[in-house]
């Protein structure tokens, strides 16, 4: 479902913390799913309202993918934060940044 936000993030992190284990085991905290960098940040800017430049990275840009597996099968760790979520939180953060400021 999620994509991995910071709450998510942080919500793994304090499963691990919590966790009952009796070693070492290094997991990753990833998202279920690949994200397009590129249409994410033109999709939050168009939520928020602003403009975007587009950028020709090169060939040899950096391409990976994650897994939570590990976490999900010692932890019980899901992102819980779609998209969608991602960009309204971020939206509502700046326009109440936005507000602030005027104060």
Do not use: K, Q, W
Request: charged share 25%; no cysteine.
């Amino acid at each position: 479902m999620g994509i991995l936000g910071t709450p998510d993030l942080a919500h793994g992190v304090v499963l691990a913390l919590e966790a009952e284990t009796t070693g070492h085991e290094v997991i990753g905290l990833g998202p279920d799913e690949p994200l397009d960098l590129g249409a994410f940040a033109r999709d939050l800017a168009a939520a928020a309202g602003l403009g975007t430049v587009d950028v020709v990275l090169p060939v040899s840009a950096p391409s990976y993918t994650t897994s939570n597996a590990r976490a999900r099968e010692l932890l019980g760790f899901e992102p819980r934060l779609s998209r969608d979520d991602l960009i309204r939180l971020a939206v509502a953060a700046r326009a109440e940044r936005l507000a602030a400021a005027r104060r």
